[in-house]
């Protein structure tokens, strides 16, 4: 299989799982940021924004420099 096919492979297997546990923690965790009083709203924020900003560099910054660091040659093995 070349590079950019197992790349593209692995993200559309891993998208739906990724999506589902990021978006079943975030709902866990809006009451707790919308109703959580001064010290425990914002810790939740600060928790859905860093999940958030992990899930984006999972599905689409971590595939790209995968690309574009590794040989082409080095996986037709």
Known sequence: MSLIDAVKES???R???IMLT?????GGLLPL????GTLWAPMG????GGLLT?????L???PVLY???TKEELNSI
């Open 22 to 26: 990021t978006l079943t923690t975030v």
């Open 33 to 36: 940021a919308l109703r959580g």
């Open 11 to 13: 993200g559309e297997t």
């Open 67 to 69: 690309k574009m660091y």
């Open 45 to 48: 924020w600060t928790i859905i």
């Open 60 to 62: 689409l910054v971590v």
């Open 15 to 17: 998208f739906l799982p």
């Open 54 to 58: 992990s899930t984006f560099l999972t």
